[in-house]
């Protein structure tokens, strides 16, 4: 990173916020400022709402915004999904319709991608799309899919063609969930928060125009959606925490916070809360045991190292690297930090860490991490998927024998009719 050219971006970005912050404005319409003027996105396309600035120097900007508690654009939850998808994939139009308001957080996304039988093997979908000759029809049903229940747009994943191999024959759609055919049904969870749904799609219709990509190439557009996936995993990203600041924008986005995003309220948790450790060991004499400071040392080499090899990555993209397997290792690297971390708040909180209640420590946030922790390892692609690809594509090891790639997928043996 020059010296200069960061010193210049945070000149330029202090001066704007000065000019334009103004903690009174309505949220939406700061977001249409930020969207205006690229500082909401600057590494994003000029033509679409950035300002094509250099990774490396976009935390300059993040460190301005913060300085004041000036509020960004809406980042949470599978909207950045959708659009880092549709900005390599989309056409100007869905670009045009859907762009804008996935930063201004008016419309929010979910991800249609896992099935009953189909969550590793991504590939083996069997929710169909049949065009009529005017839309293309869904039926099926996905699960898991995390905040369909407040979501306008789904990004699904559909069988279009069955006469040819299963990774040939998907394509990928926006579907508006708003419409009839698509129930939404929610699935409550072991640590009492209800953030995924089954949704089940009855001659669900998609006009022509919302097919993304290619017909049949919706698992090469899968795969860029799954590769930002595993690299927002990788220990730099940042969960949607409302400010206890006065003044109307505040009070807006702790009200989206609670409605919008509650589905990832918990999400800081199953992450393992590693900021909590030091402040928890300090509050309870802990951090005095030999054992306990070596456990937390381990920790917090293991999330820095992570952290620093998620940053080398981006830095290697950053100078014209595609993105690679890096998000697999940083995925897998987030598994095991927020192991480490349940193992250490156990360690210093004790049994009490099974209490949840107002009266349990840190109010049942201790318990919340504990039963929270496993989705880390199955979110997005589980550990032993991340292991398999750093194996065939990093270390280059044989594959996996596979019997199903081979035919036409209606060919394949499965455990449902439905073809
Ligand atoms: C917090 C959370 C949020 C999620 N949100 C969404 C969402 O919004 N949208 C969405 O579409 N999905 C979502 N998912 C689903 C997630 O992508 C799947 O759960 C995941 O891909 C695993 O699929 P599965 O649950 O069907 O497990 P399975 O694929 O049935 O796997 C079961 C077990 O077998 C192992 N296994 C499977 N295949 C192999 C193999 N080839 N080699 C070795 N081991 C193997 C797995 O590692 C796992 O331990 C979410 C999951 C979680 C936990």
Not at 147 to 176: C, M
């Amino acid at each position: 990173m020059s010296e200069l050219s960061a010193e210049s971006v945070r000149g330029e970005v202090r001066a704007w916020l000065e000019a334009n912050w103004d903690p009174d404005r309505g949220l939406v319409e700061w977001r249409n400022m930020l969207a205006e003027s690229g500082w909401g996105v600057p590494a994003w396309p000029k033509r679409w709402f950035g300002r094509e600035m250099e990774e490396a120097l976009v935390p300059v900007v993040q460190e301005e915004f913060d300085r004041i508690g000036a509020v960004g654009v809406a980042k949470t939850g599978i909207r950045t999904l959708a659009a880092a998808t549709l900005l390599a994939h989309g056409t100007e139009m869905q670009k045009e319709k859907f762009l804008r308001r996935i930063l201004t957080g008016e419309d929010t996304w979910c991800q249609l991608f896992s099935e009953p039988g189909s969550g590793s093997d991504l590939a083996g979908a069997t929710t169909r799309a049949d065009f009529d000759g005017a839309h293309w029809i869904v039926n099926g049903q996905k699960v898991w899919t995390t905040s369909a229940h407040h979501a306008q747009y789904g990004l699904l994943l559909a069988r279009t063609n069955w006469d040819v191999p299963k990774h040939k024959g998907l394509s990928y759609f926006v579907l508006g969930i708003e419409q009839p055919g698509v129930e939404v049904r929610p699935l409550k969870q072991m640590n009492g928060h209800a953030s995924f749904n089954q949704v089940f799609f009855t001659d669900a219709k998609i006009a022509p125009e919302f097919l993304v990509g290619e017909e049949g190439e919706g698992w090469k557009v899968a795969m860029t959606t799954l590769m930002h996936e595993r690299r927002g995993a990788d220990g730099t990203r940042r969960w949607a925490m409302g400010s206890n600041a006065k003044g109307r924008i505040y009070d807006e986005e702790r009200a989206e916070i609670e409605t919008q995003l509650e589905p990832y309220k918990w999400y800081p948790q199953r992450a393992g809360r590693v900021d909590l450790v030091v402040e928890r060991a300090q509050e309870t004499g802990r951090n005095a045991d030999p054992v306990v400071r070596q456990e937390i040392a381990r920790l917090l080499i293991m999330s820095r190292a992570a952290e620093w090899t998620a940053r080398r990555a981006r830095a290697a993209q950053e100078r014209g690297r595609p993105q690679g397997p890096e998000g697999s290792l940083g995925k897998l690297a987030s598994s095991n930090v927020a192991r480490q971390a349940r193992h250490v708040h156990t360690l210093i909180t004790g049994t009490d860490s099974m209490l949840s209640g107002p009266d349990s420590p840190r109010d049942g946030t201790v318990a919340e991490i504990l039963v929270s922790v496993p989705a880390t390892s199955i979110a997005g692609g589980t550990d032993e998927i991340q292991r398999n690809i750093i194996s065939e594509r990093v270390l280059g090891m044989p594959k996996e024998p596979r019997f199903d790639t081979d035919r036409p997928f209606r060919e394949v043996p499965r455990n449902i009719v439905d073809s």
